[in-house]
């Protein structure tokens, strides 16, 4: 299917449009796990406040809005079929718009990257690569349903939970940190694989090989469903391990009630995947910042 032919017939793209473009929707998860990078190394980020909010813009406005700019533009032929009212479908974006403001947030975010230091830049790096890998040709890691969501779960949830950390400590997180920097960001992959459900058809058309597309709606949510359990699963275990019973418990009790939404889910995976993902998701990012919490008072006795 052809992309809408008004792309060639608008100069510029719409102001509004650009907005769409890069999504503000999709920033709060980066934005926050970098918040609970900041908040889990036991640093008091007053002092240090003009880095946080930096960071944060990176991470969600600069970064993440990159990302979707740059998946819109590869996607742009799959968005023909799946969302053709999106902006560059529609032609509200014309021509390459959508490519030259990817590329311009691309240099924007190195640039404020710079300025959070040696770790900052390092961490930028490796999400701007990584935007780029996930939707660009000839890597395209979003063809593989594996590969794809993990990646982005990497960038959404461990990569600025450890920015975040790395920033305030000035150098490598602790091992706690680290470590549940990394299994929220394996969980993010159920979260990711959800994400997955809204683009079936133009997947299937395009020989994106989505998890909901080579396992079928029903078994790709159960593997969703599955990842971010025992993500969390392994969070309780840990928690309790380092002696934060209360933490852990309050992370149980959040998970249960994802397991409840998940009953839910199951019963029509493809229809109720937009439900859970305004529901059973904000408790499983509740989790993340209650396990910040219990990392902050680990760090601050050591």
């Not at 944060?56 to 969302?83: H, I, K, T, Y």
């Not at 025992?230 to 933490?247: D, F, N, R, Y």
């Not at 904000?282 to 760090?299: D, I, Q, W």
Request: with cysteine; glycine share 10%; net charge positive.
């Amino acid at each position: 299917m052809q992309v809408n032919q008004t792309l060639h017939s608008r100069t510029y793209p719409q102001p509004r449009a650009m907005l769409e473009l890069i999504k503000p929707v999709t920033w709060f998860p980066p934005m926050w796990a970098y918040l609970c990078g900041v908040i889990s190394v036991g640093v008091s980020p007053w002092g240090a406040w003009p880095m946080v909010l930096l960071g944060v813009l990176l991470a969600g406005p600069v970064v993440c809005g990159m990302s979707q700019a740059a998946n819109d533009w590869c996607d742009r032929f799959v968005d023909a079929v799946n969302e053709p009212n999106r902006p560059i479908p529609s032609g509200r974006i014309p021509g390459r718009w959508g490519l030259w403001i990817a590329l311009a947030m691309s240099v924007l975010s190195l640039a404020m990257g710079w300025l959070l230091g040696p770790w900052g830049f390092a961490a930028t790096v490796v999400g701007v690569l990584a935007a780029w890998a996930y939707s660009a040709e000839p890597v395209r890691l979003k063809r593989s349903g594996w590969w794809g969501p993990g990646l982005v779960g990497l960038c959404y949830e461990g990569l600025p939970w450890f920015t975040g950390a790395a920033i305030l400590s000035a150098g490598v997180p602790s091992f706690p940190v680290v470590t549940m920097a990394l299994l929220y960001a394996f969980g993010a992959h159920g979260i990711m694989t959800l994400n997955d459900f809204k683009a079936l058809e133009g997947d299937r058309q395009h020989g994106v090989r989505s998890l909901p597309v080579v396992l079928g709606p029903d078994v790709a949510a159960r593997v969703a469903c599955t990842v971010m359990g025992m993500a969390q699963l392994l969070v309780i275990a840990m928690l309790l391990i380092w002696g934060k019973p209360i933490h852990a418990g309050i992370v149980t009790l959040l998970l249960l009630g994802q397991v409840i939404a998940m009953k839910t889910l199951l019963s029509d995976p493809k229809g109720r995947a937009p439900w859970y993902q305004g529901v059973g998701i904000l408790m499983y990012v509740s989790g993340m910042m209650v396990t910040a919490f219990a990392l902050r008072t680990m760090e601050v006795a050591l």
